[in-house]
């Protein structure tokens, strides 16, 4: 299973650092989220990272860095997914590798993921991050939904978010998920790349 991780909303003290070491240790694709922040503030983080390093990041927001910068792509919110942000991407030749976006429905899970590489389904649990946040769907329905979005042949992917936890991950693969991705409890840990080691021996 892939390994992806959110960004805290917040400042975080030597970020660039720590995406650095979490893509290094193995993340598939780190998520740089910081709502409200201004461009300037996401370009001067994202200009603290080594080219390489780069190739790993996915904007959500200031989608305009993604391309001088050399990052992974852009990913976009649910209720923007097939609107005109993602119209103009694609009319712009953004080839559906490079997309994602955020799932929060078992309708649009369904319907929606069609022209991207992946989709964050979300919460799957309950959050850690966000009291009170979980699920609006049972289990059996959320089953349905990826057999059903995997049973025709070559589709995005859908990763899980929300209440993950080493114990959770066998779940999530077998609920079908192709893996998972990590926020509130990483940001929370002590040393995040060492917490990020705990799932990929939970994987073994």
Known sequence: MDLLAV??????QHEARWIERL???GLHRYHLRKPGWPLAAVRDLVAELPEAVRRGVVLHQCYRLVEPYGLAGWHLRDRSGTGRAYQLLRKAGTPAERLSRSVHSIQNLLQSLEGYAYGILSPIFPSFSKP????SWSESALRAALKSEHASGPTAKVYALGGISTERLAHCRDLGFAGVVLHGALWEAADPVAYLKTFQKGQR
């Open 7 to 12: 960004s805290p909303p917040r400042y975080l």
């Open 23 to 25: 893509l290094g240790a």
């Open 132 to 135: 009170g946040h979980g699920p």
